[in-house]
Nanobody
Framework: QVELVESGGDSVQPGGSLRLSCTASGYRYTLLCMAWFRRVEGKEREPVASIEDGRRTTYADVAKGRFTISKDKNTVYLQMNDLKPEDTGMYYC????????????????WGQGTQVTVSS
């Protein structure tokens, strides 16, 4: 049973930074793609960033220039800088056995989520 465990969510002021972590365990096959999604108030869950084959990264428009996704062995990180109140929400780690996980349809495994709150 694949398990994804997130950590790093917190409350910060606007302009602050957070680094989210997600560690995968229990998988028998290589997880070729790992990603971060989020659900913010008033919106459906949306992709934030993904990393394929441990190196090829994609970012949603909301993340470009502010967030960086990286991966080290079985842990994926999301460095978030210049956080804004509209970034407040639940952030989910996702993983896929296939080569892409840019959309929910390709995701095989989900974490429980970690809460990010950006408020003054």
């Amino acid at each position: 049973q694949v398990e994804l465990v997130e950590s790093g969510g917190d409350s910060v002021q606007p302009g602050g930074s957070l680094r989210l972590s997600c560690t995968a365990s229990g998988y028998r096959y290589t997880l070729l793609c790992m990603a971060w999604f989020r659900r913010v108030e008033g919106k459906e869950r949306e992709p934030v960033a993904s990393i394929e084959d441990g190196r090829r990264t994609t970012y949603a428009d909301v993340a470009k220039g502010r967030f960086t996704i990286s991966k080290d062995k079985n842990t994926v990180y999301l460095q978030m800088n210049d956080l804004k109140p509209e970034d407040t929400g639940m952030y989910y780690c996702a993983a896929a056995r296939g080569g892409s996980c840019r959309a929910e349809a390709f995701v095989n495994y989900w974490g429980q989520g970690t809460q990010v709150t950006v408020s003054s």
